[in-house]
């Protein structure tokens, strides 16, 4: 019986640390890569971040969500694919993208100051001819959407290449896996982790 207490004196430990380590990567905190450049250059292709999955998505976010049944025009897309966005609008949102290239939230311009003016304007508005543009999704002075309750409205920094909202619209909570935070070591990390654009 003492054997088995013994044993027992590090076997526990080792398991409930096992079982902490579970519930802290299922429910509150993981790791992911960066797959793809739709985040350049504020994300790197490889790059290593912090996932928050109980963090509050505000504007500015940057967020992974499950893009099954979100994107339907990639063929690519499996149960497992999971894409990098930033969050432009939350759920009720107005929504004006001005050909100039200047966003109005809730009739407010907000800075965009994390991307080139280049991306802000043709990189945004330049849609691409091998994709469908995104039903309820009205870009360009004088259009405005409102983005639906439970879901939000996505861009990609890399706008000129970004796979995001202008496709296939608006991404629902419930798909939302957490928000990402990246290591102090990225010179970028400041207009990942608190940009502000209020």
């Given amino acids: ?6 044993i027992m004196s590090w076997v ?3 398991l409930v640390g096992l079982l902490i380590a579970f519930v802290v990567k299922t429910f509150l905190f993981s790791f992911a890569n960066v797959v793809g450049d739709s985040m350049a250059p504020n994300l790197q292709a490889g790059e290593r971040t912090a996932l928050l999955k109980v963090a509050k998505i505000k504007r500015d ?32 949102d107005k929504i004006e993208y001005k050909n100039n290239g200047k966003l109005y939230v809730n009739n407010k311009l907000v800075s965009q100051s994390y991307i080139s003016k280049k991306q802000q304007k043709s990189g945004t508005l ?6 469908s543009p995104a039903s309820g999704v009205t870009l360009g002075t004088n259009k405005s959407f409102f983005v639906p309750k439970g879901k939000y409205f996505v861009l ?3 706008r000129k290449i970004s ?18 935070k990246a290591f102090i ?6 207009l990942i ?3 502000n654009s209020n």
């Fill in 193 to 195: 982790n608190s940009f």
């Fill in 185 to 190: 070591w990225n010179k970028h990390h400041k």
């Fill in 61 to 92: 976010s940057i967020i992974i969500f499950n893009a099954y049944g979100v994107d339907t025009q990639e063929p690519n897309v499996t149960p497992k694919t999971k894409y990098v966005k930033r969050v432009i609008g939350l759920p009720g």
């Fill in 12 to 14: 526990w430990p080792i």
């Fill in 163 to 180: 796979n995001d909202s202008r496709y296939y619209g608006f991404v629902p909570k419930e798909k939302v896996l957490g928000v990402v």
């Fill in 1 to 6: 019986m003492s054997a088995f207490k013994s």
């Fill in 156 to 158: 990609g920094d890399n």
């Fill in 126 to 131: 330049t849609l691409s001819t091998a994709l």
